[in-house]
């Protein structure tokens, strides 16, 4: 029977992300949830109020230091840590088998345990199995670990085989230790980054009554992606109904993709230990308070938290005692970064509970890895450089009304110079095609993908805004709902895209994981499978034939003036064959007359679009029609009126035509069904 009575409350739909309860001796325990590490039993510049302003719930106490000094003598006199350090909520105490291990020189290790020096007087201890689990009861701590013997992640298999059936063995001895107390004892899954052991570990140790399993042996030498893909493994095969402790992990961006991989409950001395260091995590990416950029500023910390720091004191402050080495600076920015992860684990716990944690977590991954959004950390370039960031052809454009777009140097073009580029990309692209109507399953479209063809990524305004439409369905229905979205860019050049995410704090829409993905991989899928965006990189007349069948098409090169090619009638003809027999919906911000010509010469049926801004119209064209021309989906064909003024048009034909030409367009353009007498 677990001491926790733990229940699982709610596991998010896509991701293995699950929000908990369990009850301790000192009270309740919400997970996800991030325990601040109080090594000496404080954490540092910290008080115990402090932290419970800060709704910290969880402590976690290193056994080792507290066995060294104060002693457990301390602890038998004062009852325990609680009342000795005046925190009267949970605590978790290790095992001290961490440290022992990490002091290679200094330990002699063996069946029965680790015999060690002390760094304190030089003394000789010895920490077994039995002898841990009787400090952490002395301790009085409400979960206590089991001793593990710790190797690198990066041991070969033999080794970390021996070292994991010893942990088995030490953890068996540390249940039968733990006897009758009340507090509640972990296992630790070892096996560093061996698949088979892993899994061994974990079916192992869930047959022994522990009250929780933690993941050890992470965190200590491995990339970032074993780390995710053992955390991954490992859930798989812990019980669902204990807690799960990623033990030592970490960053935010850590601990986001944990609790996306299931687990409930992590530490790290990093809040606390960056704090003394100057730096500062914040919702504009991370601050260092060294750097003088804050001497005069007058704003808070961060404008999106609420805690003691932020409320009272303007950066230029917290520079000035950073700078000066004055332990005030530490408390303010310790504070703030434990109330930074606070406001993380609270929202993520949130966003599980409401079923949407998927959203949120694709929209924290970038977030959470960004540095000073507002002051970058580049290196100074000369005094009078106020030039805008260039890449290759192209540069990053300041509009009248503030915001940025990406300018091509050689042509002049400005990509979206009208409206934001996310405005527009809404306005013409996403609301006209009624996607986000699209998105859902009927009996007619049932689970096929809905495919988007992206002609002229640019700084991916259209691509993302479709992207974040599509999450904002799958917030709202959950994916049982929908149908899979597949995107596919075409484009030759990522030059647009690479600058724009080089300076995302100007390009909001590319706050996001997805850009990265696409330009890292060509390739970028959303958690729950349902979004895909592929680039398929070259000409575009190049690939066309070679991608999916289209849906709807966001027709968004250049101009015909840079990109001649595309606007004529003989490459609008090849996409409309790549398009039948589908009815597939082509949406462009140009109206003019010769690509209207050039999309009814095709084969297209031809509407009026949205006005955007100061344009009066834009167009849609299908490659047919559903039923009647005066069907209610299409009520902007154009028709007698549109054909009478290209009569009288200057540019009623393409380009270069002879005489004989220009009658055969004359008669395909006055023959076209689109304009056939209604009976
Ligand atoms: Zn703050």
Request: net charge neutral.
């Amino acid at each position: 029977m677990s001491r926790l009575s733990f229940t699982l409350e709610k596991e998010s739909p896509g991701s293995k992300a699950r929000a908990a309860r369990f009850q301790t001796a000192h009270g309740e325990v919400r997970t996800p949830v991030f325990m601040p590490v109080g090594t000496q039993a404080t954490v540092k510049n910290m008080t115990a109020e402090g932290l419970k302003a800060l709704d910290a719930q969880v402590l976690l106490a290193n056994t080792y230091h507290l066995l060294l000094r104060p002693g457990p003598e301390v602890f038998k006199k004062f009852g325990g840590i609680h009342r000795f350090m005046n925190w009267d909520r949970p605590v978790l105490t290790d095992s001290g088998g961490f440290q022992i291990f990490s002091l290679p020189e200094a330990r002699v290790m063996t069946e029965a345990g680790a015999q060690f020096r002390s760094y304190v007087d030089g003394e000789v201890h010895f920490l077994s199995p039995e002898s841990s689990i009787e400090m952490q009861r002395t301790i009085g701590s409400d979960i206590m670990m089991v001793l593990d013997q710790c190797i690198p992640s990066t041991a070969s298999h033999e080794r970390t085989e021996t070292a994991m059936h010893l942990t088995h063995r030490w953890a068996v001895r540390s249940l039968r230790a733990r006897g009758d107390s009340p507090q509640a004892l972990f296992g630790i899954v070892q096996g560093a980054c061996h698949r088979d052991l892993r899994q061994r570990s974990a079916e192992f140790l869930r047959e022994l009554p522990f009250d929780g399993l933690a993941i050890g042996g992470l965190a200590v030498g491995e990339t970032h992606e074993q780390r995710y893909a053992f955390t991954d493994l490992t859930t798989d095969h812990l019980p669902k109904y204990l807690p799960r402790y990623l033990m030592g992990v970490g960053t935010p961006i850590d601990i986001l993709e944990s609790v996306h991989r299931g687990v409930d409950m992590f530490d790290c001395i990093i809040p606390t230990q960056l704090a003394q260091r100057g730096t500062a995590f914040t919702s504009h990416g991370r601050l260092h308070f060294r750097r003088s950029v804050y001497k005069f500023s007058d704003e808070p910390l961060d404008t999106a938290c609420n805690c003691a720091t932020c409320r009272n004191h303007p950066r230029a402050y917290i520079h000035h005692l950073i700078k000066a080495d004055e332990t005030l600076g530490w408390q303010l920015l310790a504070t703030h970064n434990i109330a930074f992860y606070q406001r993380l684990m609270a929202e993520m716990r949130a966003a599980i509970l409401r079923g949407d944690f998927l959203t949120y977590y694709e929209r924290q991954r970038l977030e959470l890895v960004r540095e000073d959004g507002e002051n970058p950390p580049v290196h100074p370039a000369p005094a009078r450089a106020k030039h805008l960031p260039r890449l290759g052809d192209y540069e990053v454009q300041v509009s009248s009304k503030g915001f940025n777009s990406i300018r091509q140097i050689s042509s002049g073009e400005v990509m979206h110079s009208i409206s934001a580029p996310e405005e527009e990309a809404n306005r013409l692209y996403i609301d006209q095609s009624h996607l986000a109507a699209r998105l859902y399953r009927n009996e007619e479209s049932d689970a096929q993908p809905l495919v988007i063809w992206d002609v002229g990524l640019g700084a991916a305004s259209n691509a993302m805004a479709a992207i974040r439409c599509a999450e904002r369905e799958l917030t709202a229905a959950g994916p049982a709902a929908l149908r899979p979205l597949q995107i596919v860019s075409f484009e030759r050049d990522l030059d647009p895209l690479t600058l724009a995410a080089r300076h995302a704090s100007r390009f909001p829409h590319l706050r996001h994981g997805a850009p990265y993905g696409l330009l890292k991989e060509s390739h970028w899928n959303h958690a729950s499978g349902l979004i895909e965006w592929r680039l398929l990189r070259g000409d575009f007349l190049d690939h066309l034939e070679a991608a999916p069948a289209p849906d709807l098409i966001f027709y968004d090169p250049f101009s015909s003036k840079t990109d001649t090619a595309l606007w004529q009638t003989e490459v609008f003809a090849r996409i409309h064959r790549q398009c039948l027999p589908r009815r597939t919906e082509l949406y462009t911000y140009s109206a003019s007359t010769a690509v209207r010509v050039a999309l009814l010469l095709a084969g297209f049926f031809v509407a009026e679009g949205i006005g955007t801004g100061p344009k009066a119209t834009t167009t849609v064209a299908y490659s047919r029609l559903n039923g009647r021309r005066d069907a209610p989906d299409t009520p902007r064909l154009l028709g007698a009126t549109w054909l009478a003024r290209w009569r009288n048009s200057g540019s009623k034909y393409p380009a270069g035509l002879d005489e004989m030409q220009k009658a055969a367009v004359a008669q395909r353009i006055e023959g076209h069904p689109q304009f056939a007498p209604t009976t």
